[in-house]
């Protein structure tokens, strides 16, 4: 079976929507699509409340000042066109990142989250949404050297 | 025969400039080379005229603040040293952006636009240069699939 | 034996760490491993130091307000936080980037630093780390057609 592997390290609104468009279709050809959220990628998995665990107070300050879930992402450039884009985008009918999210996961997309980037964004697995694998650097490379499409967004 | 797949996502200039000069490298050594237009890297397509076309004010607004062509790029960090950098780039002979681009299809590097992303930035046929294909995401992940280096640029 | 290739075009200290943590974990599975160091990306080899080289009052300027080496890295986003997130990594007994370069090295990841990119970022040899190899856009090429794994960071 045809394998593609993403690195999603960027949350960005833009990138992300690259990623999930990518990987969708990809998917809907039949292929074995993973996605690895790494580093700011992983806000995209944040449940959009807030959730209270116990973390040190630097983790808690860098956590709060980072977009909780894909509705909370912003573009890549010119941040401030962020909510003129999903209006266009609606108005286009485009997919939104958080529906694309789903479509993914019900296509069979693997969602996995880097646990080493999770320790160092000071993320715990309660605050993620459900349903993920977690996994380290030697689950992405053995998937990636298998892929026709390897992608670092 | 040896295929390439690069997604250019960002259109600024020094990503672009890498992207080209991979592009055509890799041509240069017999690869089949794609290269797929998507978001800001459409705004490398865009004719550096304004050309006349009816869109919704919002549209209209945003495009008039993307760059018109490879001439309007800018450094993706240090913005303001662009017209440095260009200045040391030509006394170093290196060959500018949009002649890259020239030569690029001049040695067959297919050009692609992404409809979706077309639509969703507001960019009309009119408004983008002559010759290139016009396509989504099946015919990026075919060819990619078929592709020994695939990059998201 | 299996081959990743890395183009590492940026030099921010978070895409930096990914590209490194990448590489050191696929040369641990046994992959032949080879970093393609790029335009900002070149920034992580020069020497902490000063380096006394005869150059244009351009280039000088350019090379004085870039960062010397993996010590003087930024975040890609959220710069200001970099002391911050450094500080969180040693807490969590995360290699710091240097020493993550260096068991790079050691475990016989290729370095190999683009000499287009020295010629336009105006950095001369004496002012990059040691034990490089150099090379231009074709080596790249040659490397990643063979290669499973090909990323642009």
């Known amino acids: 079976m045809t394998k593609n592997a993403i690195i999603l390290f960027s949350g960005d609104f833009d990138k992300s929507m690259a990623a999930m468009i990518i990987a969708n ?23 959009p409340e807030k959730v209270n665990v ?15 879930g894909p509705g909370e ?8 066109a962020t909510g003129m884009m999903k209006k266009t985008m609606k ?9 694309l999210m789903e479509q993914a996961r019900a296509m069979g997309v693997r969602f996995i989250a880097c646990t080493m980037s999770m320790d160092v964004m000071g993320m715990r697995k309660e605050e993620l949404i459900d349903g993920l694998d977690y ?14 499409i390897t992608l670092f967004i």
């Not at 108005?91 to 529906?99: C, R, S, T």
């Open 73 to 80: 992402a912003k573009l890549s450039k010119m941040t401030w």
């Open 135 to 148: 996994a380290g650097v030697a689950t992405y490379i053995g998937a990636a050297d298998e892929s026709t």
């Open 91 to 99: 108005k286009k009918n485009v997919m939104e990142l958080q529906a």
């Open 54 to 68: 116990k973390k040190p107070f630097m983790e808690k300050m860098f956590g709060s000042m980072m977009p909780r």
């Open 25 to 47: 279709g990809a998917a809907a050809m039949g292929n074995e699509v993973t996605i690895f959220f790494t580093f700011w990628g992983l806000n995209l998995l944040r449940k």
